[in-house]
């Protein structure tokens, strides 16, 4: 009786809380400063030249192997990653960093072919539905592109942003190409897809996306391509007593996104 009721009650205070509105949050300037530094501090690590271009190829030889034979078949190898400055954790007040890289294997399939679909992206609200809802280039000079995605993530709540991004794309070589997407503005949108849609205000919002960086990397061998994407996300920090409405969502969405985007691409490239 006591177990019943107990499992009752955490239900009810579950329902209640989602049927709350999450407090909003405040972006504040020294939590973008610390994103900024964290951000600084994983490109100086990849555009160091004694670094393997794929992440796999940095692991011991044992969990290299491993990853590689898995990844062959047909498999998708993800990890979280930390970045540290001078071998100290960066702190992030007020905020939270997810920091995961994925790695895919498309046999058969080219560079050229996954930088394609990747650049696609008026394409993209129909390839990585539902995580993304609307698409569209807004501007293009050669491999620079500017970029709108409306992202629809869903998780007990249910969080719609409208985001603008800057990426470049960079041929290094004939069997490789990678790419930096920044986020250049991030804003939830309450009520979408009704009359009442509108924009919360930047950086005073649920605080589920605040900045999202990626990183993708393509290298041709073994007969196909591997693709690469290390994602950095800004959210906010769990809020005492909403640990439930709010912490699964923050914590689990930025690897769950990931995984999708990364087994979508592979699908669309035609692979397993």
Not at 90 to 106: E, K, P, Q, R, T
Request: aromatic share 10%; charged share 30%.
């Amino acid at each position: 009786m006591t177990t019943f009721s107990s499992r009752r009650g955490l239900v009810f205070v579950l329902l209640f809380l989602l049927a709350t509105p999450v407090v909003a949050a405040d972006l504040e300037e020294k939590t973008v400063a610390a994103f900024d530094r964290y951000v600084r501090e994983t490109e100086r690590r990849l555009d160091a030249r004694d670094q393997p271009f794929l992440w796999v190829d940095s692991l011991p030889a044992a969990k290299k192997k491993k990853a590689l034979d898995s990844l062959r078949q047909g498999g998708l190898v993800i990890e979280p990653l930390k970045t540290k400055a001078n071998g100290r954790d960066i702190d992030i007040d007020d905020g939270l960093v997810h920091h995961w890289v994925g790695v895919v294997f498309v046999r058969g399939k080219t560079v050229a072919q996954a930088v394609s679909l990747l650049q696609d992206y008026d394409r993209h609200q129909d390839i990585y539905k539902p995580n993304v809802a609307r698409s569209k280039t807004r501007s293009r000079d050669g491999d620079r592109l500017k970029l709108y995605l409306r992202f629809y993530m869903k998780k007990f709540l249910t969080v719609v942003v409208n985001s603008e991004h800057e990426a470049v794309f960079t041929r290094e070589a004939p069997d490789r190409a990678s790419s930096r997407i920044r986020s250049t503005r991030i804003a939830e949108v309450e009520n979408p897809d009704t009359p009442e849609e509108r924009e919360l205000p930047v950086g005073h919002d649920g605080g589920y996306l605040w900045r999202l960086n990626s990183y993708w990397r393509f290298l041709e061998r073994d007969g196909g391509v591997y693709v690469q994407c290390e994602s950095i996300t800004l959210t906010r920090g769990i809020p005492w007593g909403l640990g439930l409405a709010v912490g699964p969502f923050v914590t689990s969405i930025p690897k769950e996104t990931l995984t999708f985007t990364l087994e979508t691409t592979r699908k669309a490239l035609g692979g397993p």
